[in-house]
């Protein structure tokens, strides 16, 4: 889409310790601050948007990871129900930041419902949304009734956090994805699935295939990717596109607590 804002909120020191994650690896938290203060620059200073930056909140040990909290798509922004429920009160911040915006808020009140952002693949044409540990039937159809424009699609997660973990949004109908038997997987019921046959990136990590794509009045096509550095072989990959505008942005401690590039923002 075509963004002019960024939404990100700081990291809490209570991260290190209290953020949910899958793998017991040691967050470095000065890095972690480093990088995402070079991601914000990157979005603010190379890219030019306006960023709200949102004060990180102790209490709430994954609030930087912002995407999971609203799915914003034309004038609407809907605020999610969080899957794990150490990460519901991180929403208030959202809508309030939303509401400022002017945007029209749906709020996921229905307390059977869950959804998190990072379930949430727009193609600009449709959404795609992933059945996983965080997201129920129940969340899709809510955001389904929000945004009553576009089909909505439930794909499958067979493995990792969220639909996103593995995927994203690479260009213009280029759909990046890894692959992991289970990310071709779900790939394979997308390309069933969607009103539209997409382009498809394949990354040889799959995190690697969860990056930021934007279409900037200005600049052009531009993608956050992975770095060299993290992910040499996948790096060489988002390297040979040649119509788009690159920036590796490192996230090596976010991906310690299961974050990839994109949770860190809401675009708008
Ligand atoms: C969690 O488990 O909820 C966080 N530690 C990571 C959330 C990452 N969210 C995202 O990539 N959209």
Not at 35 to 55: C, F, N, S
Not at 111 to 132: I, K, M, P, Q, Y
Not at 167 to 180: E, K, N, Q, R
Not at 208 to 236: D, I, R, W
């Amino acid at each position: 889409g075509n963004f002019t804002h960024a939404i990100v909120r700081g990291i809490p020191a209570s991260l290190v310790q209290e953020a949910l994650r899958s793998s017991l690896c040691q967050v470095d938290l000065v890095k972690a601050q480093h990088q995402l203060q070079l991601h914000i620059g990157t979005l603010k200073d190379e890219l030019g948007l306006q960023v709200v930056e949102l004060p990180a909140d102790e209490s709430l040990p994954d609030c930087v990871f912002v995407e999971d909290c609203a799915v914003v798509c034309g004038d609407t922004a809907l605020i999610t129900r969080p899957g794990a429920p150490s990460r519901r009160k991180e929403t208030k911040a959202m809508k309030s930041a939303l509401q400022e915006l002017n945007f029209k808020i749906v709020e996921m009140k229905d307390d059977t419902a869950t959804l998190d952002g990072g379930d949430v693949l727009f193609t600009g044409r449709e959404f795609f949304v992933g059945l996983s540990k965080r997201t129920n039937h129940r969340g899709i159809e809510i955001l389904a009734g929000a945004f009553k424009d576009y089909p909505v699609s439930t794909l499958p997660v067979f493995e990792g956090l969220h639909l996103k973990s593995f995927c994203s949004m690479a260009g213009p109908d280029l759909i990046a994805f890894g692959s992991s038997e289970p990310a071709q997987k779900t790939l394979k019921i997308l390309q069933q699935t969607g009103d539209h046959h997409y382009k498809t990136l394949i990354l040889p990590d799959d995190a690697a295939a969860n990056c930021v794509f934007m279409n900037l009045s200005g600049k052009g096509q531009v993608l956050l990717h992975c770095t060299p550095e993290e992910y040499p072989n996948s790096a060489k990959v988002f390297e040979r596109l040649t119509d788009h505008l690159l920036f590796p942005v490192p996230n090596s401690e976010m991906s310690k607590v299961d974050g990839g590039l994109s949770c860190c923002s809401v675009l708008i």
